[in-house]
């Protein structure tokens, strides 16, 4: 390994972020598959592995450089993730628990994927096994390539995995459910409240730095940079806060980026309309206090029971722009070197003035057509209070001429190479992609354009969320258990926020939420 590469650390928090985690090595995979035979691909590895030489056998061993963090009945662990059974007992990382679906099954996919015989071709593939049916990766370590230690892996004693009558697998519970069938109305407690996320992170998080994150940080020569993923609606963002602000005061001077996780079809999840609020308002308390801990905010959503996508879908899709995104920190042969503190500076150097509170990626476009970015995307759920919103503000086509901060451009396509300050970067040979098995789990990804900009539909999804926290003050205190004080900074930074987004002069009041008829346009 050169001295020269850069090498990232990626850590998941919850069910869905390590869907996305998964995937991308299996794309960090494929690649070794690439480059091994084709060489035409990058010329090192390490940005994301650890790797392993031996050269007296000429061999090599990578290991994803990750922490994924999950809750128990989440997966089939024993079997994808350690060789020796005996070292599951030493460590203690699992026990038998009682519940009504205690054991994961091994998917036929991952039996593939075990046994060494997975096709190159996913046609070759289907003739096999059919992969139409999405259950067959309700769980990610139902297609995870790699081999994980137990460095990788954190496992809640607290909270589970529950399927409920509807079959949806959504947010943890925390106490066993029984399979006496007489018991039909047993009460269980949801991960969704902020203090859940508090105590949980309280409860693990020596676990977390001594026995998984220090690990992996003495095994690094020439440490850049941490990839944070975590859902943004429930606890998960929580105890994604209280990690970050023992990171800022460890590292302060790594860099650290941020990708938050939302569900984007609130409306249609199986839970009590007051759950539903309280995901609303966990993504709103995320967003804004994650801001005060990163370099930059990647917000991005996914489905979870739809018929046109779903969690494996989505998650993959937005893997293939993780990597996308991810891949121009490769060591390139040809290529002058990329560094993540590059990707801040295009995008905030224009605005010196808002460089502090400017911290949301406002657009996140593929393809010249394609958002991903969660905040542009935002949609009103269902049975929300609206009070005096003008909802159509929302909605698309307000977008015709809007200032540009700053701008990252990113291309697989030989089509913009010409083009100045254009980041290339090489593209992924389909052939090996084997585990992106639905039809809507690929996007063939050309180019990403990042956007640090004043884009309306993206502030004024913003103002929507603050209007909501104003004019819902009371019942998002008593929802959420939180104090007055606490939710008045909140509104006031979440003000501040959408000020760094408005070139010139812009002034809202808080308290009558009051605008001018000028401001009043753009609302």
């Known amino acids: 390994m050169s001295l020269n590469d850069q090498e990232f650390i990626n850590i998941g928090f919850g069910h869905v972020s390590c869907h996305l985690i998964t995937q991308f090595y299996n794309i960090e995979e494929s690649i070794l598959q690439q480059q091994l035979r084709l060489k035409n691909c990058r010329s090192s590895h390490n940005v994301n592995l650890h790797c392993h030489f031996n050269l007296m056998n000429k061999t090599a061993s990578y290991t994803p450089r990750a922490i994924l963090y999950d809750t128990k009945n989440s997966g089939n662990f024993k079997d994808n993730w350690l060789n020796n059974i005996n070292q599951i007992d030493d460590i203690g990382l699992f026990q038998t628990i009682n519940t009504n679906n205690d054991s994961v099954l091994k998917s036929d996919f ?51 995995h529950y399927k409920n009558k509807n079959g949806n697998v959504f947010i943890p519970t925390n106490i066993p459910i029984n399979e006496n069938k007489n018991k039909t109305n047993d009460y269980f407690k949801h991960f969704i409240q902020p203090d859940a996320g508090k105590q949980e992170y309280d409860k693990t998080k020596y676990e ?12 690094c020569d020439n440490f850049k940079h941490f990839n944070i993923f975590a859902e943004f609606d429930d606890a998960w963002g929580n105890l994604n806060t209280n990690f970050l602000e023992e990171l800022r005061d460890e590292f302060n001077k790594t860099t650290v980026f941020q990708y938050s996780l939302s569900c984007s079809n609130i409306s249609k999840v199986d839970v009590s309309q007051s759950i539903k609020t309280s995901m609303f308002v966990n993504n709103i308390i995320n967003t804004i206090e ?15 029971k739809d018929k046109e996508d779903n969690l494996f879908e989505s998650c993959s899709k937005n893997a293939l722009l993780f990597q996308t995104i991810n891949a121009v920190f490769d060591q390139k042969e040809g290529q002058a070197k990329i560094t993540p503190n590059e990707i801040i500076r295009r995008l905030t150097f224009n605005n010196n003035a808002s460089i502090r509170e400017q911290k949301i990626v406002s657009s996140i476009n593929v393809n010249n057509n394609i958002e991903f970015n969660h905040i542009t995307n935002f949609e ?38 010409n083009e100045q300050d254009v980041i290339r970067t ?3 040979d389909q052939r090996y992609l084997n585990t992106f098995l639905t039809k809507n789990s690929f996007i063939d990804i050309k180019d990403v354009s990042l956007e640090m900009s004043e884009n309306m539909k993206f502030i004024n999804t913003l103002k929507y969320w603050m209007f909501y926290m104003i004019k819902n003050k009371n ?27 408005k070139k010139g002069n812009y002034f809202l009041d808080i308290e009558g939420f009051e605008m001018s008829d000028e401001e009043d346009d753009d609302y």
């Open 110 to 160: 991952q039996k593939l994927l075990d046994s060494g015989k997975t096709p190159e071709s996913v046609d070759l593939l289907k003739e096999s096994l059919n992969f139409e049916d999405v259950k067959e990766f309700e769980y990610w370590t139902n297609y995870n390539k790699f081999l994980l230690k137990s460095q990788n892996l954190i496992i809640s004693d607290d909270w589970y």
């Open 290 to 304: 994650c801001t005060e801990f990163v370099d930059l905010l990647f917000p991005l959503s996914y489905k979870f």
């Open 475 to 501: 019942y998002v205190k008593s929802l959420m258990f939180l104090s007055e004080d606490y939710l008045n900074e909140l509104i006031e930074r979440m003000h501040i926020l959408i000020k760094s987004y």
């Open 208 to 219: 977390l730095w001594d026995d998984k994150f220090h690990h992996w940080i003495e095994k």
């Open 426 to 428: 090489y593209n992924l």
């Open 380 to 417: 009103v759920p269902k049975n929300f209070q609206y009070n005096n919103f003008k909802t159509w503000k929302l909605k698309d086509g307000q977008n015709a001429d809007y200032h540009i901060f700053g701008k990252v451009d990113i291309t697989r396509s030989a089509s913009n190479k």
